[in-house]
């Protein structure tokens, strides 16, 4: 009874199946449609997933002056995490904005272009793995002129595929170039383009001088900017082009192989891919800490060639030797273990997506051998041959495709580093121009009365005059060195400034030119056009000759103010260096002028710079130190009669009969303002010179009055 109803029960599932099998079969064309619609939308949906925002990390609490910004994370010590995250996103689409303007910019029209080449270049490809099965056909069944005509559609086929492959390199390395050329533009605008006074100038000084956050400048704009832009030039056809193969070449491969068998590959393809994600290392993180180590390294060579005169007087050759080679074995360590992670994860990711992927497409192109599909006819062995090269040729592309976007995880990664340095150098330049500053501070800059004072906030107005009211002077980095300065100087009325190291003379300067911020009272100056510069040793430029004269201004803007070569020659001669011209070959000669002069020649220049412009002010911090007193005469003779006001800084007692009034500081915050008396100035030096002498006698002739006494009282 039992066996009865068992083989009843056979025979109703047997029923079952085949009713199954049937509405199967007739349904099929239809389900088949779906599981591939459904696998395009899961393609892209699995996409999109893997490579969209991830959580960060918890964030610390960023300590102020607790170091570089862009080297550390609060006081963890450990480099800022970087990852794809809802951060990167956020700051790569603010780049993008800058890269990519608007819809009909040269950007956006060779990302059409590169689109339009990556689908041809796709359909090129379904119809070349076609082309294989047809040509092995073709040999299994012995037909010389089919396979020679199919030897001559290949050949034919070649052509727009190696035009469309050399094209897509083309235009790839155009759009990098393109990327890399708006922010460059971008970058120097903001870091040097800007002429305005207050908070919104001179970038590039700012952020060397007052904000911790970046240390290399130079090699994030050359360097980081160039490999950003290559990256995100990249970054698109290894997103772009893969997921299209992969849609397209699996929708072909399931009418031939059914989507059953697909659906099947994509199950344990996801599977081991998660695995791989899972197992991924920190790339990006690990390119963002290798540019800033190679950056540190180039820092510390240039800082070698900077001061190479210093460094060889010293013979510090052994200690600089030492600093680069820490440098350079923080950077090898470094990258030893970026090396070793990404080779025992490259053998992983090569194991999994070569070949055990394969394995698994192998058993779905054998499935039309073993197994009869609903819809499919039977073929012969030429039928079966075909079929199995062209379903291997599109599961081979199917499969790169897939390791591709499974690879371009790691392309972004890197992207997300290179992303972070840049968006730090947009960001800190934002905040520069904004007058917020972000710089390791002295401990008395954080209590007291200090830090009251760095709270506050001046005020600047233009005037003709200088007048400071009761403005402290304070350092970046938070030193108090005067709480209250106020004078008042009057055009015509040449300032001199004494006082030890540091006490604020370079300080005031800056204040004036409008570089440091000002944290109090009410400050009234020109235009820092109106000021210019001679530092001890004066900068010059690249260019020729007449450039150092007329720097910044170009042979086109000193023709503009009607200014010819001949000036320019009597301007020399004010300094008695009219003679340089003959020597140095003419006015267009071109030289590294700061190795073919000396110090007093640099210096002479300069003030022949300073004459051609003929500021209202001039700022002389030590700039007659390395010219004889005669010549330091005649150049402020020249000046005065030029109508420029002189604030100097100097020691030099020749100095003082050129001056009307005086700003001297004590070294502990104090200052006395008053007018310049320079003959009893003088007298009273000399006077004291005289004093001095006279009490350095006083030891030699106290030991001579002791002797005497010794020899009196021999006598008696």
Not at 237 to 244: I, Q
Not at 481 to 509: A, D, E, M, R, T
């Amino acid at each position: 009874m039992s066996s009865s109803a068992s083989t009843l029960r056979k025979q109703q599932l047997t029923q079952l199946l085949a009713q199954f099998s049937k509405g199967y079969a007739r349904n099929r064309p239809a389900i088949q449609r779906v599981l591939n619609a459904a696998f395009a939308i899961y393609a892209v949906g699995a996409t999109y997933r893997g490579l969209s925002a991830r959580p960060s990390a918890p964030k610390k609490d960023k300590g102020k002056g607790k170091g570089k910004g862009d080297a550390k994370d609060g006081e963890s010590g450990k480099p800022p995490r970087v990852a794809v995250d809802a951060l990167f996103y956020r700051r790569l689409s603010n780049i993008l904005k800058i890269v990519i303007p608007g819809l009909t910019s040269k950007e956006a029209l060779l990302l059409v272009m590169h689109s339009s080449l990556l689908v041809f270049r796709t359909v090129l490809s379904l119809y070349v793995a076609n082309l294989d099965g047809v040509i092995v056909a073709s040999l299994v069944r012995a037909r010389p002129k089919e396979f020679f005509f199919n030897i001559l559609r290949w050949l034919l086929v070649a052509i727009p595929a190696t035009w469309t492959n050399s094209w897509l390199n083309f235009i790839q390395s155009k759009l990098a170039i393109a990327y890399r050329t708006r922010l460059t533009n971008e970058v120097l605008k903001q870091y040097l383009g800007s002429e305005a006074e207050g908070p919104d100038g001179k970038v590039y000084y700012k952020l060397a001088n007052l904000d911790d956050r970046i240390v290399n400048a130079d090699q994030m704009i050359t360097n980081d900017i160039q490999k950003f832009s290559a990256h995100l030039a990249a970054i698109y056809s290894n997103l772009a082009k893969p997921v299209l193969d992969v849609i397209l070449y699996n929708y072909q491969l399931s009418q031939n192989v059914g989507a059953e068998g697909l659906l099947g590959l994509t199950i344990l393809v996801q599977t081991t891919a998660a695995m791989l994600r899972y197992l991924t290392p920190p790339f990006g993180m690990y390119t963002a800490m290798s540019a800033q180590l190679s950056g540190s390294l180039r820092h510390t060579h240039s800082r070698l060639v900077e001061f190479a005169e210093e460094i060889a007087f010293m013979r510090g050759e052994e200690t600089e030797k030492m600093l680069l080679e820490r440098e350079y074995a923080s950077v090898m360590k470094h990258e030893n273990h970026v090396l070793n992670r990404r080779w025992w994860f490259g053998c992983i990711e090569e194991g999994v997506i070569k070949w055990l992927w394969g394995s698994f497409g192998l058993v779905l192109c054998a499935i039309p051998v073993f197994f009869k599909l609903p819809g499919i006819p039977t073929v012969d062995l030429g039928g079966r041959t075909e079929g199995f090269i062209t379903n291997r040729r599109l599961l081979l592309s199917s499969s790169d495709a897939f390791g591709r976007i499974m690879y371009s995880y790691k392309d972004l990664s890197e992207l997300a580093g290179y992303t972070a340095r840049v968006s730090l150098l947009l960001d800190t330049m934002k905040d520069v121009r904004k007058g917020k500053f972000d710089k390791a501070l002295v401990s008395s800059a954080t209590t007291g009365e200090n830090a009251e004072i760095l709270k506050g906030r001046g005020e600047v107005i233009e005037s003709e005059d200088i007048q400071f009211e009761n403005v402290p002077i304070v350092t970046p980095n938070g030193d108090v060195l005067v709480k209250s300065l106020s004078f008042h100087v009057k055009p015509g009325q040449h300032l001199l400034i004494v006082g030890p190291n540091g006490c604020g003379k370079s300080s005031l300067f800056r204040i004036l030119g409008g570089l440091w911020p000002v944290y109090g009272g009410v400050v009234r100056k020109p235009a820092a056009s109106a000021f210019i510069l001679i530092p001890q040793r004066p900068y010059l430029s690249l260019g020729t000759l007449r450039d150092q004269i007329i720097y910044p201004h170009s042979k086109a803007d000193m023709e503009a103010r009607k200014i010819t070569d001949a000036d320019l020659f009597n301007v020399l001669s004010a300094v008695q260096m009219d003679h340089i011209v003959e020597r140095e070959g003419g006015w267009d000669a071109a030289k590294e002028w700061r190795d073919a002069l000396s110090g007093g020649d640099k210096q002479k220049i300069a003030w022949a710079r300073l004459f051609y412009h003929n500021p209202k002010y001039a700022i002389l911090d030590e700039a007659t130190s390395l010219v004889p007193q005669e010549m330091e005469g005649l150049m402020m003779q020249h000046a005065t009669r030029l109508g420029i006001t002189l604030l100097t800084v100097s020691h030099r007692p020749s100095l003082w009969q050129w001056h009307h009034l005086i700003l001297q500081y004590n070294g502990t915050g104090g200052y006395v303002f008053t007018k310049l008396d320079a003959e009893r100035r003088l007298a009273l030096q000399e006077e004291k010179q005289a004093l001095e002498a006279k009490l350095l006698e006083v030891p030699k002739m106290t030991e001579r009055l002791a002797e005497l006494r010794l020899l009196a009282e021999g006598r008696k």
